[in-house]
Structures are given as structure tokens and as C-alpha cells.
């Protein structure tokens, strides 16, 4: 029989392509999916017909324990969350519940469905759980590179987000017997990603500059430093993780930092154009409280699971601006189906 995953978050960057990955596996997939039309589960579809989906939202309780029910999963993924930070301040309380206390109502629904009580504690056979942590919860920094010992200083209400559904699966692990890992994972980007993101933000902001569709970007703080990786590489980590027999939690990560004005620099170069000429400083677009280096230590990850990183950073960004490149010329929209190569 194969075995069956269930991922929350399935119609967002890393949803996709761990789904990919596992299907490619064997699994047999089941994504949560919410709200009424929402046109990112058309898409989802479209892409990947194999798929079984199942309605849920993390903020309701009910609705987990049913998907938990029907999916019947050996290994659960909880990649839904409001991931982008600026928003986190705008929108804290929400940021909390769905990013925060989303991660307590899966963990819930896994344990009330596998029957598991501070009496009874995991058996063989158990639901196996994946909790997408975040570099995020460094926050600023106590020393660099930042391992699995790394103390965590958030600074923004996602940070803070994150770190309380970090130490909830930890609890629940120790608490109940349960298999349930985070991953730690720096950022990690592709010509799926968003375009609220950074890289993506310069990318597509290159090409379509490019294409004299613009003829300037503005942007935030160009002196943040961030460990950027492939996201395709990140997912088979994700996968590798929850393969292991004892629980535990990885950093993952290249070991490799940039400034945003290094990406920048690389993005409009491999579009053959002069960076100076187009960027212009935007304050309204700096942080209230900024996390400024990010470096990941992924010793742990590549000792005990074998995980290494394929995709450099200047491979990486020359494939995002690429893609952009293509999606344009072929008068496609980053929003739309094209937008998801
Ligand atoms: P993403 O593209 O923003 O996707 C977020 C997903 O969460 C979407 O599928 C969205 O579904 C879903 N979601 C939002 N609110 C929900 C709710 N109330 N109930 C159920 N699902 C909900 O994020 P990503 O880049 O793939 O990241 C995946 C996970 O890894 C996130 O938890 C993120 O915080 C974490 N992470 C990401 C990175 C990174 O660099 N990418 C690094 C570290 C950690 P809808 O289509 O319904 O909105
Ligand atoms: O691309 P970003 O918005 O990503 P950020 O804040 O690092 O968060 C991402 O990575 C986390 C892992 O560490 C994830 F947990 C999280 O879900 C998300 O995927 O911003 C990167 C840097 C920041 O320092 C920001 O201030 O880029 C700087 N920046 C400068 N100008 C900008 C801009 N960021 C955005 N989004 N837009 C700008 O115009």
C-alpha cells in the first residue's frame, strides 16, 4: 500500500513542490484547501490532478480532526501559515491564530485522532508530523552561523508565531511520545514563489525592465543579509526529516549569506542591465524592527540525513530571472496559472 501524506498549505511555493516530491515517491497526497474559489486551488489542480484535496482551515479545530479522519495520512506537513512578515504587523492577532495556534489545532487533531493522552502515548504505526519552523525565529541573532542550539530572539508577531508552534511540537513530543519534527528552514525561493518576496519582488521587477514594461523598482533595506536557497532542494529535506526513527530537529540552510543589494546586483545582471540606473530607496517599505543576518549551520542536516544543497545562489537567481523573462514575453501574469513553471 502506499503510504499517504497530508499537507496543509499545498497551494503555496513549498506545498507544490513537496507534493511533487512525494508523488514522485509513491505517496498518495491529500492537500488541505480553504476558502470559497480561491483561485490558487484551480491552479493547484491544473498542475497536479493527482492530488486529493480536503476543505480545512487551520482556525478551525473541527475541520482538521475531519481532514486528519478522511486523509488517513502516516505523515502529516503543516506548511499553512501567513508566512509574509510585514503583514504579521499588520495583522498580529490573525498572524498568531493561524501561524501560531494553527500549529496546536493540528497537533491536536493528529492526537485526538490517533488516540494518544498523557496516558497513552504513541504507539508503532503513529501519524508522523512535520512543522515548517523558521529562520525567523532567530530573530537578531546571538551568534552566526545559527545551528539547532541557536538561542531564539523573534522580531517581528510571525517570528514569535513560529516560535511558539516550534516549542509546541517539541512539547507534544516530549509530552506524548509523538513523532514530530521542525524544520528550521532559511529562506528558500524559486520562480514559484510569491511576488510580495523579495526575490521574486527583484526578479520580476528585472525583467519586466527589461522588457520596458518599468522602468524602476523601489525598495526596502538593501544591507539585510539572508541564507537563500532553492526551494526544491528544501522540500526533500522536509521529507528526509520525518524519515528518521528517532524525532528531532534541523537547521537547513546553505551556510551562505547575501545582501539584498547583492541580489539585486545579480538579478539585474543576469538581465544584462545596470541596477543603479532603475532601484530607488523606499523607507515606507522598511521594517519596524528588521532581522539583519541570517546564516544557516546545516552541519547537522548533512551528517545524519545526507541533505545538501544543488542550486547556488547565482544559479538560483539567474533561474527566477529567467523564468520572469519567459513569463512575460509569452504575455503571461505572475498571479496567474503561467506564473507556476
Ligand atoms: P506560502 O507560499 O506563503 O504558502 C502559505 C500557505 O498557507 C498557502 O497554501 C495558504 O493557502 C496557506 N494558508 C494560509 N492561511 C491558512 C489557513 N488559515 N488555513 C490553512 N492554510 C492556510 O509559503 P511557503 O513559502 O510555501 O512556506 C511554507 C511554510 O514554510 C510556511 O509555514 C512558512 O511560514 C514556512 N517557511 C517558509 C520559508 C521560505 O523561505 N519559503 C522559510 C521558513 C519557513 P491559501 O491558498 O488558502 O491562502
Ligand atoms: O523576502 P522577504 O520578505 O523574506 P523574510 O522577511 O526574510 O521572510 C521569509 O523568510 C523567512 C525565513 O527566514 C520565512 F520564515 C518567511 O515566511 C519568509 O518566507 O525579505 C527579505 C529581506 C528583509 O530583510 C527585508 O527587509 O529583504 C528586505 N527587503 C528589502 N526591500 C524587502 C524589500 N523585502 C520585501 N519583501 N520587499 C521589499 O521591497
New binding site residues.
Partial sequence: MSRRALITGITG?DGLYLAEHLLSEGYDVWGLIRGQANPRVSRLRRHLPDVRLVRGDLLDQGSLISAVEKAAPDEVYNLG?I????MSWEQAELTGEVTGMGVLRMLEAIRVCSGVSSTRTGAQGQIRFYQ???????GQVRETPQNERTPFHPR?P??VA?AYGHFLTQNYRESYGMHAVSGI?????SPR??T???????TLGAARIKLGLADE??????E????WGYAGDYVRAMHMMLQTPTPEDYVIGTGRTHT?RE?VQAAFAAAGLDWERHVVG?RS???PA???L?CADPKKARAQLGWEPSVSFEELIAMMVESDLRLLADGGEPDQDSSWP
Fill in positions: 511555493q501559515a508566512s509574509f512578515v510585514p515548517a519552523s523558521s529562520s525567523e525565529m532567530f517581528s510571525y517570528g513560529k528552514l532559511f529562506n528558500h525561493e514563489r510569491g510580495e518576496f523579495v526575490t521574486r519582488k527583484v523598482l523601489r525598495l526596502g533595506n538593501l539585510a543579509r539572508r541564507d539584498v541580489l523606499d517599505l522598511h521594517r528588521e532581522v539583519d541570517l
